[in-house]
């Protein structure tokens, strides 16, 4: 199994672009998630699914759409990029049920924005 | 508001002192409670989970975190530190029955040889 992967590792991008980074697991699990990881704030929840087709938003879902059309992919848009999205962008993923939740993540990007 | 909260920033430590990294979470409800690890330059790894039975759990790596319901924490423990540890640790919560996984601001751990 090749886990929870990222495309791109790295990516710059200039105030006003868009962008999809993309996040995929083998793993066949129900729940995935994305996290943004800012010095001294830690990581924040900005979207999470629980299924295809099943979204909702996290602590910060502003300025950032996702969808879940297959279990396996999980892409996080930036519509207008502006340089407060500046992070590295963590995706995760799950199984759901009583006795897990625990969270496989991805190795990140690294988003720059000027 | 449900919170999580790691109120060490930042925590230096010579090879082989003990280590406690504080962890509390503002909620009275069931909760799951996770440590996670992100050494330099990777990704995060989870450490130990406790979701209900003995509140001492231990985690790989000797890392060990006692949860106490009245006092909403669950602090993550090491006897003896090595240099290997050098990395920021992260708590995480999940509230009740819901999905997301809200994590603290994390704790940057130096050790010295």
């Known amino acids: 199994n090749a886990g929870v992967t990222q495309t791109p590792k790295f990516q710059v991008l200039k105030t006003g672009q868009s962008m999809t980074l993309q996040c995929a697991q083998d793993?066949?699990?129900?729940?995935m998630s994305w996290y943004r990881q800012d010095p001294g704030m830690g990581l924040r929840l900005i979207h999470y699914s629980v299924g295809a087709g099943i979204t909702d938003q996290g602590e910060v879902p502003n300025g950032y759409n996702v969808s879940r059309s297959t279990t396996e992919d999980f892409p996080l848009r930036l519509l207008s990029a502006a340089p407060s999205q500046t992070s590295v962008y963590f995706c995760?993923?799950?199984?759901?049920?009583?006795?897990?939740?625990?969270?496989?993540f991805g190795p990140g990007t690294r988003l720059t924005v000027t | 508001a449900q919170s999580v909260s790691q109120h060490n920033h930042h925590v230096i430590l010579s090879e082989a002192a003990s280590l406690e990294l504080g962890c509390n979470y503002s909620?009275?409800?069931?909760?799951?409670l996770f440590w996670y690890v992100q050494y330099p330059g990777q990704h995060l790894q989870l450490l130990l989970k406790y979701f209900s039975g003995d509140p001492l759990v231990k985690g790989i790596k000797g890392f060990e975190a006692e949860f106490i319901k009245s006092k909403f924490s669950f602090n993550l423990r090491k006897p003896s530190v090595q240099w290997s540890d050098t990395a920021e640790y992260f708590c995480a919560v999940r509230f009740g029955n819901t999905d997301k996984l809200i994590f603290g601001t994390g704790t940057r751990l130096q050790v010295f040889p």
């Open positions: 995760a993923s799950s199984i759901t049920g009583t006795s897990s939740y625990e969270q496989y």
């Open positions: 793993m066949n699990h129900e729940y």
């Open positions: 909620y009275g409800g069931t909760v799951n």
